[in-house]
């Protein structure tokens, strides 16, 4: 990370992973607009993520969900190093959110329990 990056300025998104099963559901776009939602709550300008610099299907994934690649690092010691980050105002599902604060399960549609 350099200086000029403002990490103050992000929520990091660290190693999201949705089960096969689960697969379909839209989970994977709902988490990273609550994580804007969130950011954006805390004062935040953006959501970044780092991810494998060989993975472009991924990189493409993240890609379509409004992050802007920012640069390729190549660190010795990890295979990440694909930079990216999004504006935390973006949503790509508006009409199908999690919740951003916290609240009991009643409050969630009985259709995503």
């Known amino acids: 990370m350099r200086d000029t990056d403002r990490?103050?300025?992000?929520?990091?998104?660290?190693?999201?992973?949705?089960?096969?099963?689960?697969?379909?559901?839209h989970l994977g776009t709902r988490v990273i607009d609550w994580m804007c939602r969130l950011a954006a709550l805390e004062g935040r300008t953006w959501v970044r993520i780092d991810t494998w610099r060989t993975n472009?299907?991924?990189?493409?994934?993240?890609?379509?969900?409004?992050?802007?690649?920012?640069?390729?690092?190549?660190?010795?010691?990890r295979r990440s190093g694909w930079l990216a980050?999004?504006?935390?105002?973006?949503?790509?599902?508006?009409?199908?959110?999690?919740?951003?604060?916290?609240?009991?399960?009643?409050?969630v549609p009985a259709q995503r329990r």
């Open 56 to 77: 472009t299907e991924l990189h493409a994934y993240y890609e379509r969900l409004g992050f802007s690649h920012v640069r390729t690092e190549a660190p010795a010691h």
């Open 7 to 25: 990490p103050e300025s992000a929520l990091y998104l660290y190693k999201l992973i949705v089960a096969r099963e689960a697969s379909g559901r």
């Open 85 to 107: 980050q999004r504006p935390v105002g973006q949503q790509v599902m508006p009409d199908d959110p999690l919740l951003v604060s916290p609240g009991t399960l009643s409050e």
